[in-house]
């Protein structure tokens, strides 16, 4: 017997088996998915979830805290990760907002971070610029080195290392030790006369900017 013969012949009492009466018909697989999954659907199982462990801050959250809001988007932010379910981080996304545009310093800042990574929402260099730039202007220290490496890589901005030098060089003197390694590496990139501009701006903006009291929190894992 042919080998053609031979596979054409267990293909189709494979067929017949499979497809006896009470078995469900067999479907080929095309290369398209079945099924569409709604996109949403994750997402508000987390965010479920957050709800039922914090129904309290929840509802302050719904009810315009700032506080609240940003709490409860960093939790969601924690869940997405810790059950890699990416698709979360669009109700991330969509509380931390509500906390930044009422000048929450700590959301202003997350809210950098999450257009400069890209995560729940489409990468824009420009808008995590500005974005950090509201939360240096009211004294955040890991704003103040984000845009500093901004300036220092020309992501999203003009490269610039005197500018580079003077946001890391605040955001140094506000104790964020990752920026004074960073400015350190600048000090020799820089012309003498380039240095002492920028070490001239940082006292001027030093004396404008306020200095938050609460100790630096590190951003998320990933952030």
């Not at 006896?20 to 998915?33: A, C, H, M, S, W």
Request: hydrophobic share 40%.
């Amino acid at each position: 017997m042919g080998f053609l013969t031979l596979v054409i012949i267990l293909g189709a009492t494979l067929w017949v088996e499979l497809n006896q009466p009470g078995r469900e018909p067999v479907q080929l697989n095309t290369g398209e998915k079945a099924y569409v999954l709604d996109q949403r659907t994750i997402s508000h199982a987390v965010h479920d979830e957050s709800q039922q462990d914090n129904p309290n801050l929840h509802r302050a959250a719904e009810n315009g805290e700032a506080q609240a809001q940003y709490q409860l988007g960093m939790n969601i932010v924690q869940r997405a990760w810790q059950h890699s379910e990416p698709l979360a981080m669009i109700d991330a996304v969509e509380w931390i907002r509500k906390a930044a545009e009422q000048d929450h310093v700590s959301a202003q800042f997350m809210l950098g971070a999450l257009y400069e990574k890209g995560r729940g929402l489409i990468q824009d260099y420009g808008l995590a610029y500005d974005w950090y730039l509201r939360a240096a202007q009211q004294g955040n220290a890991l704003a103040m080195e984000r845009l500093g490496l901004m300036f220092a890589r020309g992501r999203g901005v003009t490269q610039d290392l005197e500018q580079a030098y003077v946001w890391l060089n605040l955001a140094a003197a506000r104790g964020d030790h990752l920026a004074e390694d960073e400015r350190n590496k600048l000090r020799g990139l820089l012309s003498d006369a380039d240095l002492t501009k920028a070490q001239e701006r940082s006292r001027a903006l030093d004396l404008e900017l306020p200095r938050l009291t609460e100790s630096l929190q590190a951003p998320p894992f990933g952030f």
